[in-house]
């Protein structure tokens, strides 16, 4: 079984938990991981994810999600469940989001936890081969899950 830890220090009211868990189990199959995966979730506030971008990547902004992936697979795999890593993510970040794209909330608050996902699963996009490979197993998860853009 999957875990997820979901902490919220924003004023979101938030309503995907259920879609979330339903992301972490189809993430085994989509991934062929071998154990249950544990997620650490944080909400956090406009200007605390701003300081965060600033802090880590050395971004003024805000952003939408930050991913800090635990890269101790090996070292843990004695364990049932294996912790993955942190996403924090920008409730606010992804309303105005989701209204640019002209998406869902459902939609974009799942499509950026599952990339958040990727990301501490060792995928990136700073080519453009690493962005399609792991923009098609985001929309394979949003597929399977029945998850579209409207």
């Keep these: 079984m999957n875990h997820l830890t979901f902490t919220n220090k924003s004023f979101h009211h938030f309503i995907f938990l259920k879609e979330y868990r339903e992301i972490l189990d189809e993430t085994i199959k989509e991934f062929g991981l071998e154990k249950s995966i544990e ?16 802090f880590y990547r050395k971004k003024n902004y805000t952003t939408d999600v930050l991913s800090f992936p635990l890269n101790s697979k090996i070292e843990l795999n ?50 453009e081969e690493e962005t399609k490979i792991m923009n098609n197993h985001v ?12």
């Excluded at 989001?97 to 799942?110: G, I, P, T, V, W």
């Excluded at 499509?111 to 995928?123: K, M, V």
């Excluded at 929309?139 to 409207?150: G, S, T």
């Design 139 to 150: 929309e394979n998860i949003m597929i399977k899950l029945n998850i579209k853009r409207k």
């Design 39 to 54: 997620v650490d979730l944080l909400f956090v506030t406009k200007s605390k994810m701003k300081k965060l971008n600033n």
């Design 78 to 127: 004695f364990l049932e469940v294996i912790p993955i890593g942190q996403i924090i993510i920008s409730p606010w970040k992804i309303k105005k989001q989701a209204k640019e794209f002209n998406h869902s909330l459902r939609r974009e608050f799942c499509y950026i936890f599952t990339h958040g996902i990727a990301h501490l699963l060792g995928f990136d996009h700073q080519t």
